[in-house]
Nanobody
Framework: QVRLVESGGGLVQAGDSLRLSCAAS????????VGWFRQAPGKERELVAT????????YYTDSVRGRFTISRDNARNTVYLQMNALKPEDTAVFSC??????????????????WGQGTQVTVSS
């Protein structure tokens, strides 16, 4: 069973950048599709981006497309979320999740098998 640990969150100003990391242990992450989700206070968890096991296919929700980039380094067993031009409305707890197998069009939290604990991203105006 893969275990996931997120890092890289923090407090930044609007317009700044952050790179989140999702490090895996216990199994080879290259066998998994990975998604980044976020949950703001009082709101439901929402999908941010997904990436296929090989990294060739990605998906972004409309609100982050063009600002965020998901990527993976399977040699390092890590998936990244580069976030540029951050906005106050990006403030949330960001979590990565993994699903064993192929594909990347996994849009719902229940599509994923394993979750990290999350990392807080706060964007001030």
């Amino acid at each position: 069973q893969v275990r996931l640990v997120e890092s890289g969150g923090g407090l930044v100003q609007a317009g700044d950048s952050l790179r989140l990391s999702c490090a895996a242990s216990g199994s080879t992450l290259s066998n998994y599709a990975v998604g980044w989700f976020r949950q703001a206070p009082g709101k439901e968890r929402e999908l941010v981006a997904t990436i296929s096991w090989g990294g060739f296919n990605t998906y972004y929700t409309d609100s982050v497309r063009g600002r965020f980039t998901i990527s993976r380094d399977n040699a390092r067993n890590t998936v990244y979320l580069q976030m540029n031009a951050l906005k106050p409305e990006d403030t949330a707890v960001f979590s990565c999740a993994a699903r064993l197998g192929t594909g990347w069009r996994w849009y719902k939290p229940e599509d994923y098998d394993t979750w990290g604990q999350g990392t807080q991203v706060t964007v001030s105006s």
